[in-house]
């Protein structure tokens, strides 16, 4: 559960007419050289909704400018803007269910800060909502990432289907749109390691996706390194399917046999034939090839064991050192 410096001071519940309809959580880490831009482009953007909103903006531990600029954006937009600062960083799937725990909107859209999705491309995912769909997911209609970034994801992509029921066109894309009736079962999930996008098409009854424009990212860099990739996969492929135990489980099992088959087979022939020398590499290839084997299925056990050890311990996901909002005001009941 999150913990808060400031928890003790409860805010009152806004009136009726003050809750936002959309609540846009937009997490923000070392992203000085791009939030102008973003601002310049968000705003105007919902404004032209003409819908009731508010923008949480969560700083994940920032070490540039960006807690600053956050703050002067709050000062210039303080009816519908929100800033939840953390202690440290937490990482962008924690940093958005942190905005989730602040966010009072109906529904709510998560949105990454680089502006590689255009804000301008909301309407699409309010139209969605409006037809009474629960969780809209995106798909990027041209990606503008390098060459080996848009295949790995293509590969991990087919990867995961196969292995989980997660039916997830582009996971790789945060820009999505869920009800709050799914985000309340997100946070109540208490997963120490929660893949937001999955979690949610679980529990959505009338999900679907729409395509959208995918840009450059305007400055800065990706914090998704190669690494960060492959670990992520392997968070969502041991958070929703135990396919890969029971993969490994076959393939050992089938490997046994094989193995039986053939030491069975060199005994058979030892005794008629005699003892040879010929084949001693081809016995190091295939006993490498077990050790291999043993070794990955060690790790992937590994990993598993590892996601009971981290939830067992319960510690808080995220810590918020400070939030900048506007308490609402109350009509005077005294007349």
């Known amino acids: 559960m999150a913990m808060s410096e400031n928890i003790e001071q409860k805010q009152s519940d806004p009136a009726p007419e ?3 309809e959309f609540s846009i959580i937009i997490p923000v880490y070392n992203e000085q050289a791009v939030l102008s831009a973003l601002f310049e482009r968000l705003y ?3 404004d ?3 819908r009731r909103y508010e923008i949480i903006f ?28 953390l202690r440290a960083n937490a990482g962008q799937h924690a940093a958005i269910l942190a905005g989730f725990e602040y966010a ?7 949105l990454d800060a680089d502006l590689q999705n255009p804000p301008e491309e909301m309407p699409k995912l309010v139209a969605e909502l409006d037809k009474g769909h629960d969780y809209v997911g995106t798909i990027r209609h041209q990606r503008r990432d390098s060459l080996w970034r848009h295949w790995a994801s293509k590969a991990m992509n087919k990867l995961r289907e196969r292995i989980t029921n997660i039916q997830i066109t582009d996971q790789g894309c945060m820009f999505r749109a869920y009800h709050r009736d799914i985000i309340n079962a997100v946070l109540d999930s208490h997963e120490s390691h929660t893949f937001i996008p999955a979690l949610a098409y679980m529990y959505a009854g009338n999900p679907c996706e729409v395509t959208v424009e995918h840009e450059e990212r305007l400055a800065g860099e990706s914090k998704y390194s190669l690494f960060k990739l492959i670990q992520l996969n392997f ?4 958070s929703f399917s135990l396919a890969p135990l ?3 489980s076959m393939a050992g099992m089938g490997v046994a046999v094989i193995s039986f088959i053939f030491v069975f087979y060199l005994a058979i022939r030892r005794l008629l034939v005699g003892p040879e020398v010929e084949g001693v590499f081809t016995l190091f290839g295939i006993a490498f090839f077990l050790m291999g084997l043993l070794l990955f299925g060690i790790g992937l056990l590994g990993e598993y064991v590892g996601r009971i050890y981290v939830q067992i311990r319960e510690r808080p996901r995220f810590l918020v050192r400070d939030v900048l909002e506007q308490q609402p005001s109350h009509r005077d009941t005294d007349s």
């Open 58 to 85: 969560v700083d994940d531990g920032s070490r540039d400018r960006s807690a600053a600029l956050l703050r002067e954006q709050y000062q210039q937009r303080p009816d519908v803007t929100r800033v939840v600062y």
């Open 104 to 110: 009072r909107g109906t529904y709510m859209v998560t």
């Open 246 to 248: 029971q993969f490994f």
């Open 44 to 46: 105007p953007a919902m």
């Open 48 to 50: 032209a909704l003409q």
């Open 18 to 20: 003050q809750v936002p």
């Open 235 to 238: 968070d969502l492929m041991t």
